[in-house]
């Protein structure tokens, strides 16, 4: 089984990494922080809008199960990406929506996920989700993995 990774930025994490963890094919689910300028931060921190970091989960998955255009899909449906930096009543750009990639493949098949999206009309205003390469992933604090799970949320 060959694992890959992909990072997702849809809003807060929690019902992000609740939504990816229920795929079949995804084999570990990570909240944490990508995108922005400040090494190792803290969720205080990235909740100060200053680090220029945007709340992911980071998905690992064995695409033999489950394709990356499925994930996609799942990622267009689980949040609203005609919404520049919030999600809901989550404003700021820690909630903005983006797409990490990790291969060339990912970003082609980003890219066109998103274009095939914007054409369809689903959304009156213009997809604005990121789509940029991998700088950094750092992980969430303990208390913020899989934190509906531990809840009995969903």
Known sequence: ?????????????????????????????????????????????VCSGNTGHAEVVQVEYDPETVSINELFDLFW??????????????????????????????????????????QNGRWQSSVVTEILPVKQFYPAEDYHQHYFEKRGIH
């Open 1 to 45: 089984m060959s694992i890959e990774k992909i990072i997702f930025g849809a809003g807060c994490f929690w019902g992000v990494q609740s939504t990816f963890s229920r795929v079949n094919g995804v084999t570990k689910t990570t909240c944490g922080y990508s995108g922005g300028h400040v090494p190792h931060p803290s969720y205080e921190m």
């Open 77 to 118: 449906q689980c949040h609203d990406p005609t919404t520049k930096d919030r999600q809901g009543v989550d404003i700021g750009t820690q909630y903005r929506s983006a797409i990490y990639f990790f291969t060339q493949e990912q970003a082609t098949a980003a890219k066109l996920s998103r274009d095939k999206l914007q």
